[in-house]
């Protein structure tokens, strides 16, 4: 009796431990707390074998991050991602260098701007300001203000303002004379009844505390 006791103990620690391991395999492996169903290909594939055309890039994107039980447990599911400005400054210039008639583009990304600056043959400078404004925008989190302009000498301006810390003293000043000049080159449609062409809201909470160039 003794010696049944025994084993039923093991047992049930094995198969612990095998139901431990099994979802623990479930987990994000970066932090080891975030599920990641493209992991588990047993829920739609139960021989494992793979797609011809699978591939990462076809995938959905789902991430499921939980906070950790732990008070004062900061792991990676805990902080707080950051925008890589010189990545969305690609995309975007990448993109609209595919728009028609649009032969070179700079884009210079800060804390919550976009300044797009490019060269075309377009007749209709209105119709490619707006697909270029319209670009950028597509790209950047919704709060970003975005301007435009086909003025080539203003891209060597962006250029110059490229290794400039967010954070340096009258950065912001700065730009803004440059915002002014680029107000001069079409911008395109208003975005909706609320926001103008670059984006900027009207009759906002913190009207009065908003700097945007529309109210100067």
Known sequence: MR???????????????CQYTAQ????YKENRNTINVTDRSELYNEDGIAN???NPNNHYG????QKSPIP???NLSTRTPE?????????ISTLSVQLPNVNDVATLVTDDEVLVGYTTDSKNRFETAD??????????P?????????????????????RMDANALRADRSLDTVIKEMLKSPQGRPLNSGENANGEGYGEMSEQLDKDMKDR
Do not use: W
């Open 24 to 27: 623990d395999d479930g987990l």
């Open 62 to 65: 789902y991430v499921r991050h």
């Open 131 to 140: 697909q270029v404004k319209k670009t950028a925008i597509s790209v950047v």
């Open 83 to 91: 925008i890589n400005r010189e990545q969305i400054a690609d995309i």
């Open 72 to 74: 004062g447990d900061e």
């Open 52 to 54: 011809g055309m699978d």
């Open 142 to 162: 919704r709060y970003f203000h975005v301007y435009v302009t086909d003025n080539p000498s203003m891209m060597k301006q962006l250029e110059s303002y490229s």
């Open 3 to 17: 010696k049944q006791s025994i084993s039923f103990i093991v047992g049930a620690c094995l198969l612990a431990g």
